[in-house]
Every structure is written in structure tokens, then in C-alpha cells.
């Protein structure tokens, strides 16, 4: 049984992760022509990993929506990675609220939707 409309909402969470990463990835690259890089080489392969990881997102966002499985099971990486990353930023000082809210929400929700969404995909219709 499909559930379009939890595709569709996982489909939107994984979109907007991947808008908000290509906008990061251009605050950088404005950054990096203020002069604000210690290591050119290095701002560079970070913008790029930066613009690839929001490409697979937008990947994942389009292949979720199709009801691919290969989709949801790279989202669902990134929705962990992003909750890891959320509570590791707990150990900084002093605590970025915002950084650690904007990103693990988003984590938490993504991965609640894609779970959902396997889970409505893969059910056997009642005998």
C-alpha cells in the first residue's frame, strides 16, 4: 500500500535540507571571496562535498517521492547524521541554540517520515 502523502511530506523535509545545504554551501563561496578562507584548497573541497551532499538530498527527495527504497534508505543516513550532529553540537561552549534546534529538528522529523513511510509502503494488506 503506498502513502503518497507521507512520501510527499518526507519527499519535502529531505528538498529543504538540500535548498538549506546549497544555501550554506553559497554563504561559503561569498565567504571565500571576502577573503575569509585560511586554506583555498581546503574551502574549496568543503564547498564541493558541501553542493554534493545537497545534490544527493535533492536525489533522495525525488527518488522518495517515487517510492524508491534506495531513496529513503540514503535519507534516512542523512537523518541520522544530521541528529548526531545536532548533539554533538551540545558539547560546544557556548551552545549554538539555533544551529542545534535547525538541524535536529529537521533530522528527527525527516527520519520519523521516512520510517513512516516505509512502514505504510511495505504493509500487507489484511487477509
Known amino acids: 500500500m503506498r502513502s503518497p502523502r507521507l512520501a510527499l511530506a518526507a519527499a519535502a523535509v529531505l528538498a529543504a535540507?538540500?535548498?538549506?545545504l546549497t544555501v550554506f554551501a553559497l554563504i561559503e563561496l561569498l565567504g571565500l571571496g571576502a577573503g575569509d578562507a585560511s586554506s583555498l584548497p581546503t574551502a574549496?573541497?568543503?564547498i564541493v562535498l558541501t553542493l554534493i551532499g545537497a545534490a544527493a538530498l535533492f536525489a533522495f527527495a525525488i527518488g522518495t517521492r517515487s517510492g524508491r527504497s534506495w531513496a529513503r534508505s540514503g535519507g534516512l543516513v542523512f537523518q541520522v547524521l544530521a541528529v548526531v550532529?545536532?548533539?554533538?553540537s551540545l558539547t560546544v561552549q557556548p551552545i549554538?541554540?539555533?544551529f542545534t534546534v535547525g538541524v535536529g529538528l529537521p533530522g528527527v522529523l525527516g527520519f520519523v517520515l521516512l520510517?513512516?513511510?516505509t512502514r505504510a509502503e511495505n504493509e500487507r494488506p489484511a487477509e
Open 85 to 88: 550532529l545536532a548533539l554533538a
Open 115 to 117: 520510517i513512516a513511510t
Open 96 to 98: 549554538s541554540w539555533p
Open 44 to 46: 574549496l573541497a568543503l
Open 17 to 20: 535540507e538540500g535548498a538549506a
